[in-house]
């Protein structure tokens, strides 16, 4: 009887969790503003006809994730081109995705491991970001652990192996149709379970067969055209561990909040589930995950010799970030044998230091998952969090009587706001053109890091936007009346404070220093793309600096301090601008720093 309470709480606790997990998912794909990626996907392939989706001769064929693009046309038809509709399917790949998780780790004997290894498979904050994204990412993640599911279950029931390993092999193809990232882990999962049961290889070999034939003959043409196209670029050259591994610890501990203590939770979390992994696939154990920890992680290492295999043969980047992220949840399931075999270990230290990993990698999933939260941008495409109050701002704009509106800037921010002009059906908003001359546009959008530079005194600096960075930037005289901005960055100054990231409680202070040899720059400090009219600025010694770079010479005037009061509503995240002029008219942007602001 106590067993079997143990389970039903373990089942209630992991029902709980994913129902809360799947709400915050759902959440965000409503709320969340639609990104760079997405909105190329509905430009170019969604909002087309499905003859285009499953054409192969596209422009930007790389962003098109066959079967999500299928699945979000349909949703499209149905409720209409918003982002919600775009994303549903792969919200509820999210349900699917945990349904095969429980069912992976209540296998596991030990009830704790069991729902450590659920929080760790699905609360990953980077992996729940593309289930709440029109990306081929989070079905292919769901698809997999479906296929990993079946494949478990023939090894279990060996009557019903030929059925499982059929149903398995259709979800790895459609996996791969998802996105052709996941072509690596289906592959791997496919030889694993071939040469686990290579006593009954006969029988198994047409199943397991399924996946590959499907993929070449339905895929093969479009990664043939793909590869000639020279369309697999993402990824990096410096190995496995620094691109494919680094790259996931850095964008988990970006996602969780960023910060030292993200960075050293998601090193220390993959240390530690390298390890367990290596426990559950090593260490001699009865425990009940092991079948799944050890298919798990033997997955995992074949398809990480694949992509050096890869790398080595055809010369494809290593995996990064995105295109890795199936290595979360089968490192996670990986890591849960380890645990489940520890804690069925016969020796009680072994049995404790199980139990104090669970409580201290809980701990810290929680945690993450906790800073992580948010409604309102992702890890990768953050510069697009503003694009709403872009459009918003704009909309003001042509309101007042700016009849119709030219836009330029960076970029990356053209495709969701072609989106939103399309599917709002802004027409006073011109389509907006890639490296659009300055001169015909009457407003700019550009990013606080990489500032365009704009003639001086055509342009005003109208908005800054704390969540992405960017800046607005409308046009108050005609083209070639300005003078030709002066960007210099060789004016030598810095922000020294508030430090990037951190929470300042009543009046803020920015203080630096800026000065070239002979000379005191004038600054200028903005808020959130305004100077606040109660901003008082004065100058300070800097003796430091002066000790540090001799050649500036007197140093007595070359620091700055702003002080800025609270006001109400100022709590939350804002924007620093910092701009450095020399007598002679050249102007340096310090790239711009944020913020946390909260009452004293």
């Known amino acids: 009887m106590e067993r079997f309470d143990s389970r039903r709480s373990r089942d209630g606790a992991m029902a709980l969790v994913g129902a809360m997990l799947f709400t915050y998912v759902a959440t965000r794909a409503a709320r969340v503003p639609i990104v760079h990626d997405e909105a190329v996907s509905y430009l170019y392939f969604v909002g087309r006809s499905f003859g285009t989706i499953l054409s192969i001769h596209t422009p930007e064929p790389v962003n098109n994730h066959v079967l999500n693009s299928l699945l979000a046309r349909l949703a499209v038809l149905a409720f209409g081109p918003s982002e919600w509709a775009l994303r549903l399917p792969n919200v509820l790949a999210f349900g699917a995705f945990l349904a095969c998780g429980a069912a992976l780790c209540r296998r596991l004997s030990s009830a704790a491991a069991s729902l450590c290894g659920f929080l760790l498979f699905s609360a990953n904050p980077f992996a729940l970001e593309f289930f709440s994204l029109s990306r081929g990412y989070g079905l292919g993640l769901a698809l997999l652990s479906a296929a990993l599911l079946q494949f478990v279950r023939a090894e279990e029931r060996p009557a019903l192996a030929r059925r499982c390993l059929l149903v398995g092999g259709l979800y790895a193809f459609l996996a791969v149709l998802a996105n052709l990232a996941f072509l690596l882990p289906v592959l791997a999962l496919l030889v694993v379970s071939a040469a686990r049961n290579r006593n009954d290889l006969r029988s198994w070999v047409p199943p397991l067969a399924v996946a590959p034939l499907l993929v070449a003959a339905v895929l093969g043409p479009r990664i043939v055209a793909l590869r000639r196209a020279g369309q697999f670029y993402v990824g990096g050259s410096k190995g496995l561990f620094a691109d494919t591994v680094g790259s996931l610890v850095r964008v988990t501990a970006e996602a969780s909040g960023a910060g030292s203590f993200a960075i050293a939770a998601a090193g220390g979390v993959a240390a530690a589930l390298l390890v367990l992994g290596l426990v559950g696939a090593l260490v001699p154990s009865g425990a009940g995950g092991r079948r799944v920890g050890e298919i798990a992680g033997s997955t995992l290492v074949f398809a990480a010799a694949g992509s050096v295999a890869q790398h080595a043969l055809v010369g494809t980047p290593y995996l990064e970030d995105r295109t890795a992220i199936f290595f979360l949840p089968l490192l996670a399931l990986s890591a849960a044998g380890g645990l489940d075999a520890l804690a069925a270990a016969p020796g009680r230290a072994m049995r404790i230091a199980g139990q104090a990993l669970v409580v201290t990698l809980v701990g810290i999933a929680a945690v993450s998952l906790i800073r992580s939260a948010n409604s309102d941008h992702t890890t990768i495409w953050r510069y697009d969090a503003d694009v709403r109050r872009v459009l918003d701002d704009l909309e003001a704009l042509h309101e007042k009587g700016l009849e119709r509106i030219r836009l330029g800037g960076d970029r990356v921010f053209g495709p969701a706001l072609s989106f939103y002009r399309e599917t709002r059906r802004l027409a006073w908003l011109e389509p907006i053109v890639r490296n659009d001359p300055l001169d015909l546009c009457n407003v700019v959008l550009t990013s606080g890091y990489e500032r365009i530079p704009v003639p001086r005194g055509e342009f005003l600096e109208t908005r800054g936007y ?135």
């Open 466 to 600: 704390p969540l992405s960075g960017s800046i607005l930037l409308v046009r108050i005289r005609p083209a070639g009346s300005g003078e030709p901005a002066l960007e210099d960055t060789r004016l030598t100054g810095s922000i020294d404070l508030p430090a990037e990231g951190e929470t300042v409680a009543g009046d803020l202070r920015v203080r630096g220093w800026a000065r070239v040899p002979g000379e005191d720059l004038r600054v200028t400090v903005s808020l959130d793309g305004a100077v606040r009219e109660d901003t008082r600025l004065s100058r300070i010694p800097r003796p430091d600096v002066a000790a540090v770079i001799p050649s500036l010479g007197d140093c007595s005037g070359a620091g700055y301090e702003a002080a800025i009061s609270f006001r109400p509503g100022d709590e939350g995240r804002h924007m620093i601008e910092v701009v450095f002029t020399s007598a002679d008219g050249r102007e340096r942007h310090y790239p711009v720093r944020f913020f946390v602001w909260k009452r004293s």
